[in-house]
């Protein structure tokens, strides 16, 4: 798994540090751009991750 996972690091560092940096966020102008990265990128590299993780152990998923 961290194979594919290693693919991914980049945006899930950028998520984490985006989360940190508007834990306490009160700008509408901020809060729509943040918007804007969870839908074009974080929920796509989520979506790509389960799709790489169900191919390569699809099988052993649907075991459990």
Do not use: K, W
Request: hydrophobic share 45%; aromatic share 10%.
């Amino acid at each position: 798994v961290a194979h594919i996972l290693r693919d991914y690091i980049p945006a899930f560092a950028s998520m984490l540090r985006e989360r940190n940096n508007t834990a306490h966020m009160y700008d509408e102008g901020a809060a729509r751009e943040l918007v804007a990265h969870i839908l074009r990128d974080y929920i796509p590299a989520f979506a790509s991750m389960r799709g790489g993780i169900a191919s390569r152990y699809g099988q052993r998923l649907a075991e459990l």
